[in-house]
């Protein structure tokens, strides 16, 4: 079964303190993983598509990184305004064009 | 460019009533997707149009339907709403059915 495992739940960093979120997955073969953002209350937002194994991308504070069983998204000197859930899914090949997506990392920025 | 847009915005419903949502889709996308988000869990798919069709369904009961429109909008159906259907219901559209999905504000159903 797919399965979308993503740590920590929930993230405080002082404003420049980088760190990064990790999501586990296990599916028996990847089309792609895409990152989003989510603000309360809202849609998630897109962010990246992943499709292979050693494929990076980056939009100003963050970079995303994808190997054969999990992606980091690193966000680098971060801001207050980066405060959100970050929610990581997967589109499996075998099963539709679905995503299946983790319960996300709660991430609070503090001044 | 308009992006996905969602009505209503919040709805309160009674046990056993029915419901519908509505979506416009991303001008030039072809693919609406309707999930569902409890609150503090990840979105859970429920079901996926393509051109008008059907394209895949999760693991939601048939009182959840669907409809795409051909200029690509889409309604959600509930009929005999529980209240573990409270919820945020979110729409996504896609260029192509691969392609990245965008997501709309959502409709927050709350079911009493």
């Known amino acids: 079964e797919d399965q979308v495992t993503q740590s920590p739940e929930a993230l405080r960093l002082q404003e420049g303190e980088s760190s990064s979120l990790n999501c586990s997955y296990t599916?028996?073969?990847?089309?792609?993983l895409f990152w989003y953002r989510q603000d309360p209350g809202k849609g998630p937002e897109f962010l990246f598509t992943?499709?292979?194994a050693g494929e990076e991308k980056e939009k100003e504070r963050l970079k995303a990184t994808l190997t054969k069983k999990e992606s980091f998204l690193h966000i680098t000197a971060p801001k207050p305004e980066d405060s959100a859930t970050y929610l990581c899914?997967?589109?499996?090949?075998?099963?539709?064009?679905?995503?299946?997506f983790g319960k996300g990392t709660s991430l609070l920025v503090t001044p | 460019e308009t992006g996905v847009t969602q009505s209503p915005t919040h709805l309160i419903k009674t046990r056993g009533q029915q419901v519908t949502l509505r979506c416009s889709s991303q001008?030039?996308?072809?693919?609406v997707s309707w999930y569902q988000q409890a609150l503090g869990q990840g979105p859970q798919f429920i079901f996926q149009?393509?051109?008008?069709?059907?394209?895949g369904r999760g693991n939601f009961p048939p009182r959840f339907s669907g409809l795409q429109f051909p200029n690509y909008s889409s309604e959600l159906n509930v009929n005999a709403l529980e209240l573990d259907d409270s919820a945020l219901y979110l729409c996504?559209?896609?260029?192509?059915?691969?392609?990245?999905?965008?997501f709309g504000p959502g409709t927050r159903l709350t079911v009493t």
């Open positions: 899914a997967v589109q499996p090949l075998n099963s539709g064009y679905a995503l299946n």
């Open positions: 992943l499709y292979s």
């Open positions: 599916v028996s073969g990847l089309r792609g």
């Open positions: 001008s030039g996308h072809n693919t």
């Open positions: 996504a559209s896609s260029k192509d059915r691969t392609y990245e999905q965008y």
């Open positions: 149009y393509y051109r008008e069709e059907e394209n």
